[in-house]
């Protein structure tokens, strides 16, 4: 499975984004999907994931309420909608997809991973 992330860019606080992940190579709606991001001299953490059966998602509590993970089959695509952006949301943010479970992905140990798109919040 190749990973595309895109859809970062810059924006002030309160503002929204949607990064988007487009998946090709292997039958996308079999695998659990995820987003992580990295911010300067921070480890990678875990942001949100989608179990492709049943469609149940999870999310860190710094972006509950805040950012909703969704999936397009159709179009082999999770996105991942940020509102009430905040600075400290500020990081590379990438996605990651794993065939065994959605357990997996939250814990970072997804097989697949994409490079990664930057998102900058501005005070």
């Known amino acids: 499975v190749q990973l595309q992330a895109y859809g970062g860019g810059l924006v002030q606080a309160g503002g929204s984004l949607r990064l988007s992940c487009a998946a090709s190579?292997?039958?996308?709606?079999?695998?659990?999907m995820g987003w992580f991001r990295q911010a300067p001299d921070k480890e990678r953490e875990f942001v949100a994931a989608?179990?492709?059966?049943?469609?149940?998602?999870y999310y860190a509590d710094s972006v509950k309420g805040r950012f909703t993970i969704s999936e397009d089959n159709a179009k082999n695509t999770v996105y991942l909608q940020m509102n009430s952006l905040k600075p400290e949301d500020t990081a590379v943010y990438y996605c990651?997809?794993?065939?065994?479970?959605?357990?997996?992905?939250?814990?970072?140990?997804?097989?697949?991973w994409g490079q990664g798109t930057l998102v900058t919040v501005s005070s």
């Open positions: 990651a997809a794993d065939k065994l479970s959605v357990r997996s992905v939250i814990d970072g140990r997804s097989d697949y």
């Open positions: 989608i179990a492709w059966s049943g469609g149940s998602t």
């Open positions: 190579g292997r039958t996308f709606s079999s695998y659990d």
